[in-house]
């Protein structure tokens, strides 16, 4: 005898979350270049039910694990920004995020999004980091700054975007915020 699944109709919650647009904002850089700030603005700008999704908070204070090839973080950074998409308008993943440990996963990432993904690089001199870091209370000094200290390093996908010095926290949000409401059209 023949048993009949019965197939699940969508709820109009789920319905409407498969057919959200979610927008990937990807935030990379050195330590101290400012993706942490400019993620939180963001975050703070879009407001309720936008993931932010931090490398320092994944690796450090939930696994505790240290920046190494395949350590546990990369995946559970996966598995987390997948999540919003659907869920969430706006997903923001920052870190230093470095294109060797992490490059295939975030390539991986903004395919998963649909290319729906602003990508950024904070693209600074180390002097301007070194700078920079001395206004903060930081748990590390200069000299594992100067060990971490990646120059240039692009993710090299299309249009990955370079943010300089010369371009102030606001001018900085608000160029993204332009170019998200560009990717989601009348949606955020």
Not at 145 to 169: M, N, Y
């Amino acid at each position: 005898m023949a048993v009949e699944a019965e197939v699940p109709v969508p709820t109009d919650a789920r319905r409407k979350e498969d057919d959200m647009k979610s927008t990937l904002i990807i935030l990379r850089g050195n330590s101290a270049s400012g993706k942490t700030t400019i993620a939180n603005r963001l975050q703070e700008h879009y407001g309720h039910g936008t993931l932010l999704v931090s490398q320092d908070t994944v690796r450090r204070n939930m696994l505790k694990v240290h920046d190494r090839d395949g350590n546990l973080s990369i995946e559970l950074i996966r598995q987390i920004t997948e999540y919003g998409k659907g869920k969430c308008e706006v997903v923001i993943l920052e870190g230093i995020l470095s294109s060797a440990r992490y490059g295939d996963m975030l390539k991986d990432l903004i395919e998963y999004f649909n290319g729906r993904a602003l990508v950024y690089y904070f693209d600074l001199t180390f002097e301007e980091t070194l700078r920079r870091h001395r206004t903060k209370g930081a748990d590390f000094g200069e000299e594992l700054l100067a060990r971490w200290w990646i120059p240039k390093d692009f993710l090299g996908v299309q249009g990955e975007t370079a943010i300089g010095a010369e371009l102030s926290e606001d001018e900085v949000l608000d160029r993204i915020v332009k170019k998200v409401e560009a990717a989601q059209g009348d949606c955020i």
